[in-house]
């Protein structure tokens, strides 16, 4: 795990040094063993839970040329006004947290229709029973990194 160069938030009359925590990515070479992203989805709401109560879960994209990973992660947000921090910490990693998009599904299109057609994947898995029922939503909201907030209990 990494932490981004602090910036500057505003929360209430205060202002605060915010970090944020990123995942490592996989070691070169990863594969996964799921063939779809419904199927790692699914995978993902029928093993480990968090231990916590998690306040969001984020879905990142890791984009490189001819190989693209989705990499889910739990964040929940700490701020001490008195110190002056804010932090958004990493507090769940599923076991089977990245996956590698299938070079014969996305391999021919553009970053472009990449992004559009996971954006499009995830907001259709938050309407399944599958997602009503695992823990995901038990957090605050679900999130990524190409739009923000796509889901919010």
Known sequence: MN????????????ILKHTVETPTPPRPGFTSPFKTLQEWLFNIC???????????YNFGLYETPGNNMVCLVGYNTCRNIEQGI???????????????????????????LVRKRILKELIEFTKTSKFK??????????????????WQR
Do not use: C, W
Not at 3 to 14: L, M, S
Not at 46 to 56: G, L
């Open 46 to 56: 029928d093993s480990n839970q968090p231990v916590e109560s998690i306040s969001e």
């Open 86 to 112: 804010s932090s958004r910490r990493i507090a769940f990693q599923p076991s089977n947290m990245f996956f590698v998009l299938p070079r014969e599904e996305y391999g021919n299109l553009s970053q472009e």
């Open 133 to 150: 029922n695992s823990f995901l939503s038990k957090g605050d909201s679900i999130t990524t990194d190409l739009i923000g907030e796509i």
């Open 3 to 14: 932490d981004n160069p602090k910036k500057n938030i505003q929360f209430g009359n205060h």
